[in-house]
């Protein structure tokens, strides 16, 4: 006979912690199984599979309201997610051209610094301290 899924078990299985659990429950993105009179709670097989969706869609860039989303379309509604999926793309694009931009004036300011020298104000700090002009 097999072990009743409960709360550890299935974090267990899904490789998350209880709490992941606990609050994916509180928010919603997964249901909270009644509990029983006496004993513990006991999650379907398909929980785990859930929860392993949903870690594969954070990794992928999406939030968890846009994972509910993913999960109320369901699997039956490929443009729907295709266009949510290219959404997502664009946005990270988006990111990685930030962060690149970010990289290169950190770089400009660290080579700036080097070229300065200890003699000077340091330019790290004095573009740190310079009021932004709105």
Do not use: W
């Not at 664009?90 to 300011?109: R, V």
């Not at 070229?115 to 709105?134: F, M, N, Q």
Request: charged share 30%.
């Amino acid at each position: 006979m097999r072990k009743p899924l409960t709360i550890g078990l299935l974090a267990k299985k899904a490789g998350v912690n209880v709490e992941t659990v606990r609050y994916y429950q509180r928010i919603g993105i997964l249901e909270e199984p009644a509990r029983p009179l006496q004993g513990y709670r006991v999650y379907p097989d398909s929980a785990i599979d859930r929860i392993r969706f949903i870690k594969r869609a954070q990794q992928l860039g999406f939030r968890l309201d846009e994972i509910q989303e993913l999960l109320d379309i369901g699997g039956g509604h490929c443009d729907d997610v295709r266009q949510r999926a290219e959404l997502k793309q664009k946005q990270i694009k988006q990111q990685i051209e930030d962060l690149q931009l970010l990289h290169k004036t950190l770089d400009d300011l660290i080579v700036s610094c080097k070229l300065t020298g200890e003699a000077s104000d340091c330019p790290i700090v004095e573009t740190l301290a310079r009021k932004i002009e709105k």
